[in-house]
Nanobody, 118 residues
Framework: QVKLIESGGGLVQAGGSLRLSCTTN????????MAWFRQAPGKGREFVAT???????DYGSSVKGRFTISRDNAKNTVYLQMNSLKPEDTAVYYC????????????WGQGTQVTVSS
């Protein structure tokens, strides 16, 4: 089983930046697809970004150009650098992992709160 631990959330003013981290419980991430999702109050879960095991990345349209996903396989950690934050980015951010051949994300972190004030 893969345990995911997120950190780095907090309160920031609009226009500011935060960096989220997601670390596993020692399980290597090099062969997994890692992703970030978020869920705002009263809304459904929204895709934010994906880091593929081969190095490519994908982003949701609402964060493209402002957020950057990266990974450090040696540290078994995936990051989400969030710049030019907007109040609508306020949400609980979740890290998730799946095998390349799988369609669903099997393991999820507990989430970290990001609040952007106007």
């Amino acid at each position: 089983q893969v345990k995911l631990i997120e950190s780095g959330g907090g309160l920031v003013q609009a226009g500011g930046s935060l960096r989220l981290s997601c670390t596993t419980n020692g399980r290597t991430i090099s062969t997994y697809v890692m992703a970030w999702f978020r869920q705002a109050p009263g809304k459904g879960r929204e895709f934010v970004a994906t880091s593929w095991n081969g190095g490519s990345t994908d982003y949701g349209s609402s964060v493209k150009g402002r957020f950057t996903i990266s990974r450090d396989n040696a540290k078994n950690t995936v990051y989400l650098q969030m710049n030019s934050l907007k109040p609508e980015d306020t949400a609980v951010y979740y890290c998730a992992v799946r095998r390349v051949a799988a369609s669903d994300y099997l393991y999820w972190g507990q989430g970290t709160q990001v609040t952007v004030s106007s």
